[in-house]
């Protein structure tokens, strides 16, 4: 069970992946994600194309087989860099793919917070499966009436 500081941190830090998002180019979905360890963002990514390809995710409104996900940028970026992800924070804006949660599991990251729920479920259930707290909180200011 979460503090209420710990959660306003989380929303905190979810709220800067949904900015974060905002890099990307493609045009159906911008996800965002951020890898926070012991307070200290090590870590960011949005989904996109590989570095040096053009900056066009989707082709007749289908995304194209090679962009990457904004959760795989943030951990590969990780590998090119100082920082361990071991026991960090996932911050993303979109629930984890299947592919992506497999990166989540081997780069060590113990916690994922997600705002929007994508799609398919089978992510979330193999993050669960392998130990990883997995929390489901929304970014956005509540409406008022």
């Known amino acids: 069970m979460q503090t209420y500081k710990q959660e306003q941190l989380d929303l905190r830090y979810l709220r800067m992946a949904r900015i974060w998002s905002e890099n990307s180019y493609c045009k159906r979905l911008q996800v965002g994600a951020i890898v926070v360890k012991k307070q200290m963002i090590i870590s960011d990514g949005y989904n996109g194309t590989p570095s040096g390809f053009e900056n066009v995710c989707e082709e007749g409104n289908v995304t194209k087989p090679y962009v ?9 970026k990780l590998a090119r860099s100082h920082n ?3 026991g960090a924070t996932l911050y993303v804006t ?6 992506c949660s497999k990166l989540i599991i ?3 990251i113990k916690r ?4 929007d729920q994508y799609r398919l479920q089978d ?12 929390v489901q909180l929304s970014d956005q200011p509540n409406e008022k009436a």
């Open 84 to 86: 361990s992800s071991d």
């Open 94 to 99: 979109a629930s984890p793919c299947l592919e």
């Open 106 to 108: 081997q780069s060590g």
């Open 123 to 134: 992510g979330i259930e193999l993050l669960r499966r392998a130990g990883i707290e997995v």
């Open 112 to 115: 994922v917070i997600y705002s």
């Open 68 to 76: 990457l996900h904004a959760e795989a940028n943030a951990i590969t």
